[in-house]
């Protein structure tokens, strides 16, 4: 269950002598020059500027490819497991799904339950992997439980950094628990498990940085 900036531009100014187009036989003496006659004078293009030196990328929005979709096995009285087939989350770049930039698979999910049937614990682990991008902020995802008809009994909002050096990294599981009120009713009635991209109004979309 193992769960994968741009160099700065510098321009170069070469220099001439402001008196070099006079005839040599009328050039004044260094003496007799003007005290203020710029002693240089640029050759070429204008002088760099902060405006025309190459900046940093900065974060492009990002989509996530598709939601993936669990089935729940029962493993005993107290546990039940996602089932795994190969579902993975890709995030690409927002209108060009060829252009990716990171994706999450190993994904496990698991629901515990305690030995009173008070608590139930969802617990989730994935590999991450950079591919040539990394999260400015975490990717945020929203993971539904579901009955077997496919309705909603509960959801989660969680999210997950990844990093230019990941390469099929496996992150450090994370937690949830569920409300006592409805635990046993999730528990038993959880056929399925829906993991897509967390949305909802006036939230900014999701950006990726190009790793450096």
């Known amino acids: 269950m193992d769960i994968s900036r741009r160099a700065a531009l510098t321009a170069a100014l070469a220099s001439v002598s402001a008196l070099a187009g006079l005839p040599a036989r009328t050039q004044p003496s260094p003496k007799d020059a003007p005290k203020d006659a710029p002693k240089d004078a640029p050759k070429g293009g204008p002088k760099a500027t902060p405006e025309t030196a190459a900046k940093q990328p900065g974060p492009e929005p990002a989509a996530l490819e598709k939601p993936v979709l669990f089935d729940i096995s029962t493993t005993s009285g107290s546990l039940k497991e ?3 087939n190969g579902q993975e989350l890709i995030w690409h770049r927002k209108g060009q799904p060829a252009e990716r930039f990171f994706q999450v698979t190993n994904i496990a999910v698991g629901l515990l ?3 009173t049937g008070g608590q139930l614990t969802v617990t989730f682990s994935c590999n991450a992997s950079s591919l040539g991008f990394m999260t400015s ?7 539904i439980l579901r009955t077997k008809g ?3 009994l509960h959801s989660w909002a969680f ?3 990844v990093k230019c050096t990941d390469k099929n990294q496996s992150l450090p599981p994370q937690t949830h628990e569920v409300p006592k009120e409805v635990a046993a009713n999730v528990f038993t009635n959880t056929y399925s498990i829906e993991i897509a991209e967390y949305t ?3 939230l900014p979309e999701q950006k990726a940085q190009r790793c450096g």
């Open 82 to 84: 996602s089932v795994q």
């Open 113 to 115: 339950r305690s030995e």
């Open 137 to 143: 902020e975490e990717a945020k995802l929203n993971m």
């Open 150 to 152: 496919g309705a909603a």
């Open 159 to 161: 999210g997950i950094p």
């Open 200 to 202: 909802e109004p006036n």
